[in-house]
C-alpha cells in the first residue's frame, strides 16, 4: 500500500465514524468531517505533538476545532488515536444525554477537548489566548519546558463572525506565530452558497491583519504538509485557506448545504460508501487502519518522556514554581498578604472609588502573584487594571504582564478564556460595565466551562455621570448574574474589594465579574476581620438599636447610601439593620440557617442599588421596597442624577417610614 492509499484509508475512517455517528444520532452536521478528514490526518499523524495516555500533558500542541457544529471530526480522531474516554460506545451515543459526545464540543466531558466551542468564532477568538499564553509561559520558563503551537480549524461562520477580526488583528499585531489556522474554505453556510451574503477575500483579509495567509488544496495531503511546514517556520501567524468540499464523497449532497446540519441518510451514505471503496458495516474500523491511528497516537509518547527528563532536570525552584502554576495554585503566602493588606486598610480607611480600591487590591496581588496577566480594552486609566508589575507586552517582549487589546472587548474577554485555558496563568481584563454586552458570549462561555476567567467591569452604575445612559449600565448587574456558574461581585469599599479579589482569585471552576464604581466611596468596613466576610456574600454590616423594624439591603455604592437611611430611621425610632450584598451568587450557596438569618424577619425589607430591581425579589421579597433603576440613566452629574432617580438616603428613609406607618 502507498503511503497515499494509506492516507485515504486513514482519512476515511474519520469520514465513515462521523457518516455512521450522526446518522444513528439522527442529527449532527457530516458535512465538515467529510470535508476536512484529510487537514486531520496529515495534522494528527505528521505535526501535532500529543500523547493521548497523557491528555494534559502542559507542552502538548493545542487543537482547536473552532468550527464546533463539526465535532465528529474531533471524537473520530480522539477515538481513532487512544484517548481511552472516547470509546467506540460514546461515537455510538453522539449527541445523547450523559454522553461526552455532546453536539458541540464541551470543554471537562472528554480529555483532548481544549475548549468549548460552538458559537461560530469562539475557538478562533480564544486561540489568541492559548498562543498568547504559549509565549507568555515561554519566556518565563524557557524552550526546553515550553515550546508548542496552537492549531485551529476554522469555518465560513467563524470568520464571518465579528469576533474574528477582533481576535486577527490582536494576535496579527502580537505576532503570535506558533498560530496556525486552517480555514475551511468549502464556500457552503447552511442558507446555501456563502456568495449568498459574503464576497470577502478572506485571505488578503488576515494578510492585512499581519498575518501569512495562502491558498491550498485542502484535499491535498502533500499540498498540507507543505503549508504545515512553511507555517511552522514563520515570524507571523498564519492562515491556511483550505479549499474543501463539504461532504466529500457524498454523491449528491457534496458541495451543498444538505450535508452541512442534518443526517446524509441510508442512501446518500451507501453511495460513499461506494465512492470511497468503503466496504465495512457502520463503526466498524479494519484492523489495520485501527492500528495506524494507534501508533500515531503513541508517538507522542516520547517527546512526552523527554519533556518530563527536562522537567525532573530543572531548577528546583524553577520546578517548583512550574508545577505550583500549571496545578493552578496560589501562592502559599497569598491569604497571609490580603489579611495584611485588609489590617491597612481598616486602618487608613481610604476614601476612594472601588475601580481604585481594585488597582489597589491588584498591586498587593500582582506583587504576591506572578501568574496575573492583566489587560484593558483600550480603558486603562479607567479601568484601573495596569500597576508597577504589569508592563507591556509587545511582540518583542513576551515576559511581561499586560495586554492592550485595544477597542476589542469580545476578542478580549475570548482570549481571557484562551490564556485562562492554556494553564499556568491567571488572566483578567476590563472595560466599562455596559460594554460588559460585547463580552458576554466570551463571558457565559468561561461559565459554562467553568474556569477561572477575570472580568473587571467598572463605570457600574448611572455614577459614572456626564457620559449618559449609552455608558450608563442600569440593567447589567441583573444581565450578568442570570448567567449561571458566575459570580457577580459589586463591592462596597476598599476592603470589600480586596476580598472579592481574593475569592476571584481562589475560585478556580466559576469565573467572577468585578462591577466598580468611577466615584469616591467611603470605608465602611473600619474594623479589621481576619474572615473574609464578602466570601458569604452578604452579611450585617450595621446592627439595629433593637429588633429591627427595617432591613436594608444594598451594594456597592448604595451601602454608603443605606447607612445614612439608617442613621435617620435609627434618630426617628426605627430600629434599622444594613446588610451589605457584594455576591448574590455566594449568599445563594450559604446554609438555610444563615440566610434565613441574615435576610431576618423585619417588617420592612429594603434593597437599594443603581441598577434594575430584577433579581432582588429572593432577598426582599416581592412587596419589598426597591429603591433603585426603573429604567435608563440621563447625562448629568454624579450630584444630579442619584436625587433626580430618587437614590438617596431620605428617600430611602421616606418610603421606610410611610410603610411603616401604613402598617
Known amino acids: 500500500m502507498t503511503s497515499r492509499e494509506q492516507h485515504d484509508r486513514m482519512a476515511n475512517a474519520i469520514r465513515f465514524l462521523s457518516m455512521d455517528a450522526v446518522e444513528k444520532a439522527n442529527s449532527g452536521h457530516p458535512g465538515l468531517p467529510m470535508g476536512c478528514a484529510d487537514i486531520a490526518t496529515v495534522l494528527f499523524t ?25 465535532s465528529m471530526l474531533l471524537y473520530s480522531l480522539l477515538h481513532l488515536t487512544g484517548y481511552e474516554d472516547m470509546t467506540l460506545d460514546q461515537i455510538k451515543h453522539f449527541r445523547q444525554l450523559g454522553s461526552k459526545t455532546a453536539g458541540h464540543p464541551e470543554y471537562g466531558h472528554a480529555t483532548g477537548i481544549e475548549t468549548t466551542t460552538g458559537p461560530l468564532g469562539q475557538g478562533l477568538a480564544n486561540s489568541v489566548g492559548f498562543a498568547l499564553g504559549e509565549r507568555i509561559m515561554n519566556a518565563a520558563f524557557g524552550n526546553d519546558l515550553v515550546d508548542h503551537y496552537t492549531y485551529v480549524l476554522a469555518g465560513d461562520g467563524c470568520l464571518m463572525e465579528g469576533v474574528s477580526q477582533e481576535a486577527i488583528a490582536l494576535a496579527g499585531h502580537l505576532k503570535l ?18 456568495s449568498l451574503a459574503d464576497n470577502t477575500d478572506q485571505v488578503a483579509r488576515f494578510q492585512a491583519s499581519g498575518w501569512n495567509a495562502s491558498h491550498i488544496d485542502g484535499q ?20 491556511i485557506a483550505c479549499k474543501t468540499t463539504i461532504g466529500f464523497g457524498a454523491p449528491t449532497k457534496a458541495g451543498t448545504n444538505k450535508a452541512h446540519g442534518s443526517p446524509l441518510g441510508a442512501e446518500e451514505i451507501a453511495g460513499a460508501r461506494k465512492f470511497f471503496g468503503w466496504d465495512y458495516p457502520p463503526f466498524e474500523i479494519p484492523a489495520d487502519i485501527l492500528d495506524a491511528w494507534r501508533t500515531a497516537g503513541k508517538a507522542g509518547a516520547k517527546p512526552r518522556t523527554d519533556w518530563e527528563g527536562r522537567l525532573a532536570n530543572a531548577e528546583p525552584k524553577l520546578k517548583a514554581e512550574f508545577e505550583r502554576r500549571i496545578a493552578g495554585k496560589l501562592p502559599s503566602n497569598f491569604d497571609a498578604v490580603i489579611a495584611d493588606y485588609k489590617k491597612k486598610l481598616s486602618a487608613d480607611k481610604p476614601k476612594v472609588a472601588t475601580r481604585k480600591s481594585s488597582e489597589m487590591a491588584l498591586e498587593v496581588i500582582n506583587g504576591a502573584v506572578p501568574e496575573t496577566i492583566g489587560g484593558s480594552a483600550d480603558l486603562t486609566g479607567s479601568n484601573n487594571t495596569k500597576t508597577s508589575q504589569t508592563k507591556n507586552i509587545t511582540p518583542d517582549d513576551y515576559g511581561q504582564r499586560y495586554v492592550h487589546y485595544g477597542i476589542r472587548e469580545h476578542g478580549m474577554a475570548a482570549a481571557i478564556n484562551g490564556l485562562t485555558l492554556h494553564g499556568g496563568l491567571i488572566a483578567y ?68 474589594t480586596a476580598e472579592c479579589w481574593q475569592l476571584a482569585l481562589e475560585t478556580e471552576k466559576t469565573p467572577s465579574t468585578l462591577a466598580l464604581t468611577r466615584q469616591n466611596l467611603p470605608t465602611v468596613r473600619t474594623e479589621f476581620s481576619a474572615k473574609n466576610l464578602s466570601s458569604q456574600g452578604a452579611y450585617e454590616l450595621a446592627a439595629a438599636s433593637g429588633e429591627a423594624a427595617v432591613t436594608i439591603f444594598a451594594t456597592g455604592s448604595e451601602v454608603e447610601i443605606a447607612l445614612a437611611a439608617r442613621e435617620l430611621l435609627e434618630k426617628h425610632g426605627h430600629p434599622t439593620r444594613v446588610v451589605s450584598v457584594p455576591c448574590f451568587e455566594l449568599f445563594d450557596r450559604q446554609s438555610e440557617a444563615y440566610r434565613r438569618k441574615t435576610i431576618g424577619d423585619a417588617p420592612v425589607k429594603m434593597a437599594i442599588e443603581a441598577g434594575i430591581r430584577q433579581g432582588w425579589d429572593h432577598l426582599i421579597g416581592i412587596d419589598g421596597i426597591f429603591i433603585g433603576m426603573s429604567g435608563f440613566g440621563a447625562s448629568g452629574s454624579i450630584e444630579q442624577l442619584y436625587p433626580h432617580f430618587g437614590i438617596t438616603a431620605e428617600a430611602a428613609a421616606k418610603a421606610a417610614e410611610t410603610r411603616l406607618h401604613g402598617k
Open 46 to 70: 505528521r505535526f501535532l505533538k500529543y500523547d493521548p495516555k497523557s491528555p494534559h500533558w502542559p507542552d502538548r500542541d493545542r487543537f482547536i476545532l473552532s468550527a464546533g457544529h463539526g
Open 429 to 496: 481584563g476590563g472595560t466599562f460595565m455596559c460594554f460588559s454586552d460585547y463580552a458576554r458570549p466570551s463571558m457565559r462561555l468561561a461559565c459554562l466551562m467553568g474556569i477561572r476567567s477575570i472580568f473587571v467591569m467598572t463605570h457600574d452604575s448611572i455614577g459614572l455621570g456626564e457620559d449618559g445612559p449609552t455608558h450608563q449600565p442600569v440593567e447589567h448587574l441583573a444581565a450578568l448574574r442570570a448567567i449561571p456558574n458566575h459570580n457577580v461581585f459589586r463591592p462596597a469599599d476598599a476592603v470589600e
Open 177 to 194: 506565530n506558533k498560530l496556525i489556522v486552517f480555514w475551511d474554505n468549502n464556500n457552503i453556510s447552511i442558507d446555501g452558497p456563502v
Open 220 to 239: 491535498d495531503p502533500e499540498a498540507i504538509a507543505y503549508a504545515i511546514e512553511a507555517a511552522r517556520h514563520s515570524d507571523k501567524p498564519t492562515m
